[in-house]
RNA sequence: ACCCCCGUAGCUCAGUGGAUAGAGCACCGGCCUCCGGAGCCGGGAGCAUGGGUUCGAGUCCCGUCGGGGGUGCCA
């Protein structure tokens, strides 16, 4: 698919080469301005001082040497202080065109992270409650990287991690236990700390319903351990659920209890301890993190003798180094920004490359009413939940709308304007380019093109400069990858969505003579497996009627 | 006090160290004998601030001001 581009930045080395430059290195940009062609190269700027040459100097002499093959990129003269500027041949642009409908699955593929290992946690929210709207962006962002690294040859793997261990099993189970007996006519306060959603009192209810008083008699502490777990599981299949239900798939749900089992956590302590980072005080083990780069040291072992949440966590990512991973990236909320510091000096501690930890931080988003802030919950306002949000505006509008902004931005989401059926709602101005893309299909009574023909008469410029707006997807992917962001994946698909307008508004279809009519179909099906497979990236359907 | 994120158009936001800083919304004016007007065409203004790095800074470094978040032997 970039097969100019490699064409033309052999044909600049080799050129630099020849002037002497042992080991050139080029770079190719895309110009702001489309008046100043395609691909720009710096490359007189930067090689302008070994030579002792003025830029635009050896400018003039890389544009009069370079041997380039016509059919691909062909120069556009020197410009500037010295950019050298190229434009794209009508024939490569038509030729793209013809790969895209005639091998779809090939389209936008590079290659660019193939042989890479990835792994993402995302979400891995508490199983004690149902997920809320800031576990939805992290889904979306989490699960739309992921989806961007495997299209790009990564190979790329989704985790979420279930705290099912510890002390909120215990509280949670206490807390269900409290809402039971109350039902039974017992009065039990929900414990310090504990959790009081309603979602625990249906529980109960439905534990009164199945099983009667059953649990009352049981010894207090056994049954909450017991309800605890129950509890616990059932959070987590709804978790599964909601998710599953927002087009999200988990390579792996990695449970805390299983590395507890293993004792996975003294195995992390005996090491840190083997290495000389843990130390006493006041009864309670220390892990020397301001040794690795952290502000300050942590508790990881309580002066009751019991480890702190950070212990297992380090044994988690421990874990995640051991399996090989090139890229380690968590996608935490806002409210863990100590923890980068903190889990990276621990690796460091362990004796790992710290900086194969990439520690995200998914900006919080505040939901909106015609512009007014809400509180959705029908819960007393204690916490927004993610299912609400998707059965109002759609899976489609939810996903798309989680990814218009950068990460590291919070976001506005409107309520109202995501459910709109009018262009002023991103994701529908998209949609409806694809449904009316297949519209045409239907109104021509004309099968979907699966050959390329008399592409040559593709020579309008709204036709060129939406194969040009198409063919950018594989830089588009890559910047999401190389970033961690996917946000730029929606401003292509409007992009697209827009030039497609354009073009459909200046460049009649079915009433162009036959041999034109036929080439722009075949536009109009690459654009439309484009926006499939962006929307797709971004886990949006693409209707073919709205 | 310390740490992190953020200050770009009226609003919401894009902008891999490059050329005249861009979109969307909102506002105003055009376009339906025409494949979906859920569309198209046209219209304005802006990098918080002071230094530094260099051929070149919205972008990198330091300071200041302003907004947000974080700093448990909780998870």
């Not at 987590?236 to 990695?254: A, C, P, Q």
Request: charge should be negative; glycine fraction near 6%; include cysteine.
């Amino acid at each position: 698919m970039k097969r100019a581009h490699i064409h033309l930045r052999d044909a600049l080395e080799k050129a630099l080469r020849e002037l002497g430059i042992d080991a050139p290195t080029v770079t190719l940009e895309r110009p702001r301005d489309p008046a100043h062609g395609d691909i720009a190269t710096n490359a007189a700027l930067v090689n302008a001082k070994p030579l002792k040459l003025a830029p635009r100097v050896l400018a003039d002499k890389l544009h009069g040497s370079l041997a380039l093959d016509a059919s691909l990129v062909s120069c556009e003269g020197v410009a500037g202080p010295g950019f050298i500027n190229f434009r794209f041949a009508n024939d490569y642009l038509q030729s793209l065109v013809a790969l895209t409908i005639c091998e779809p699955g090939t389209f936008g593929r590079t290659g660019d992270l193939s042989g890479r290992r990835v792994l993402i946690e995302f979400v891995s929210a508490n199983p004690t409650g149902p997920l809320n709207v800031v576990s939805a962006r992290a889904a979306a962002v989490g699960d739309s990287l992921t989806r961007i690294f495997r299209e790009l040859g990564a190979q790329c793997d989704a985790e979420f991690y279930v705290n099912d261990a510890g002390n909120q099993v215990e509280l949670l189970g206490q807390s269900v236990l409290a809402r039971y007996l109350t039902l039974l006519g017992q009065e039990k306060e929900i414990p310090e700390g504990g959790y009081y959603g309603e979602y625990i009192a249906d529980f109960a209810k439905e534990l009164a319903a199945e099983h009667g008083d059953s649990f009352v008699t049981a010894e207090s502490n056994s049954a909450a351990a017991l309800l605890g777990r129950k509890a616990m599981e059932r959070h987590i299949e709804m978790h599964r659920k909601s998710l599953e239900h927002f087009r999200v798939s988990m390579s792996n749900w990695y449970r805390e209890s299983a590395l507890r089992e293993n004792e996975a956590e003294w195995q992390a302590f005996r090491e840190l301890e083997r290495r000389g980072t843990i130390f006493e005080q006041d009864g309670a083990k220390f892990v020397r993190t301001s040794d690795f780069g952290d502000q300050q040291d942590w508790v990881v072992v309580t002066s009751q003798g019991k480890p702190t949440y950070f212990l297992p966590d380090i044994a988690y990512h421990w874990d995640k180094f051991r399996r090989g991973y090139d890229h380690i990236i968590d996608i935490l909320g806002p409210d863990h920004h100590s923890y980068l510091t903190k889990m990276a000096a621990a690796m460091a501690a362990l004796g790992e490359e710290p900086k194969r930890l990439e520690i995200m931080l998914l900006q919080h988003i505040n939901l909106l009413r015609d512009g007014e802030p809400v509180k959705m919950s029908k819960r007393a306002g204690q916490i927004v939940e993610m299912d609400e949000l998707v059965d109002e505006v759609g899976v489609d509008a939810a996903r798309y709308f989680f990814l218009l902004r950068r990460t590291s931005t919070p976001l506005d989401f409107d309520i109202e304007l995501a459910k709109r059926q009018s262009d002023d709602n991103p994701v529908f101005y998209v949609q409806y380019a694809h449904a009316r893309i297949a519209s045409i299909f239907r109104r021509g009574q004309l099968e979907v093109p699966i050959m390329a023909e008399h592409l040559e008469l593709l020579t309008h410029e709204e036709e060129l400069i939406l194969i040009r707006r198409l063919r950018e997807i594989s830089d588009v992917m890559l910047d999401c990858a190389v970033s961690r962001d996917p946000h730029a994946l929606t401003a292509w698909l409007r992009e697209v969505a827009a030039q497609f307008h354009r073009f459909y508004h200046h460049c009649r279809v079915l009433t162009s003579p036959a041999e034109l009519q036929t080439a722009r179909l075949c536009l109009c099906r690459a654009t439309q497996i484009a926006l499939q497979r962006g929307l797709a990236l971004c886990g949006v359907h693409a209707p073919q009627e709205m």
